[in-house]
């Protein structure tokens, strides 16, 4: 894929929306906000999710109920299988075709 956008060949629009993303440089934010998303959809605990950072692979989870973080915990291994799925089968996810985890660790607070 080249860096620009070329006239020359006819591009499918889910490599000019990678391009486009690249070239104004919101690709990283557009991809930690689908990491999110698929927190919020695998567990379903988006509203007990006070903070969440993502970094280098690590998710950091932060939850205000005790309840519900020891529920996820027993599930962790499911819930990042379940998370790296999604994001793997997101045709828009950008990730390098060697790396087939997205998210390597979790940790819940």
């Not at 998210?103 to 819940?108: D, F, M, N, S």
């Amino acid at each position: 894929m080249a860096s620009r956008i070329s006239k020359k060949r006819a591009e499918s629009l889910q490599e000019l929306i990678q391009v486009w993303l690249k070239m104004n440089h919101i690709k990283l934010q557009v991809d930690t906000h689908r990491i999110f998303n698929a927190w919020d959809e695998v567990t379903g605990a988006g509203p007990c999710t006070i903070r969440r950072f993502y970094r280098d692979g690590h998710l950091y989870v932060t939850l205000n109920s005790s309840v519900v973080r020891s529920q996820l915990l027993l599930r962790k291994g499911d819930i990042l299988a379940e998370m790296n799925r999604r994001l793997y089968c997101d045709p828009l996810f950008h990730t390098p075709e060697s790396e087939m985890t997205i998210v390597k660790e979790l940790t819940i607070r």
